[in-house]
């Protein structure tokens, strides 16, 4: 397997990447819709909610977290999730840059 060149790339690229490999999976959209839903810190109801195993939603949240979209706290015998506003933020403005950057041409093949 080639090693990947990810130095050639801008750190926005990158960046943008890694966040969006992050996302792009069902379960782990659903767990940020749930948490932006909910407008607080999620601690431990997501297997109710989502009907996945626990495991597989730690790794899922693992996941978010290493992508730094989320962020957590521990309380008591719990980790509480929330969205990282300041990550949050840069995605969108990444994501509003990128699709406002294309514009319609007259002719196209």
């Known amino acids: 397997m080639g090693i990947t ?7 926005e690229q990158n ?4 966040m969006l ?8 959209i659903a767990i940020l819709q749930h948490i932006i839903n909910a407008n607080a810190c999620i601690c431990g109801d997501l297997v ?3 009907g996945l ?35 949050w933020a840069l995605l969108k403005n990444n994501l509003n840059n ?4 294309y514009t319609e041409p007259k002719t196209c093949c």
């Open 53 to 87: 195993a626990q495991a597989t939603i730690s790794q899922h949240l693992k996941e978010l977290k290493n992508a730094r979209l989320i962020q957590g706290t521990i309380e008591g015998a719990s980790v509480c999730y929330c969205i990282e506003p300041k990550a």
């Open 21 to 28: 490999k992050a996302i792009a999976h069902p379960a782990r």
């Open 98 to 101: 990128f699709f406002d950057s």
């Open 48 to 50: 109710d909610e989502l």
């Open 15 to 18: 960046q943008l990447a890694v």
């Open 5 to 11: 060149k990810t130095d050639i790339f801008s750190d």
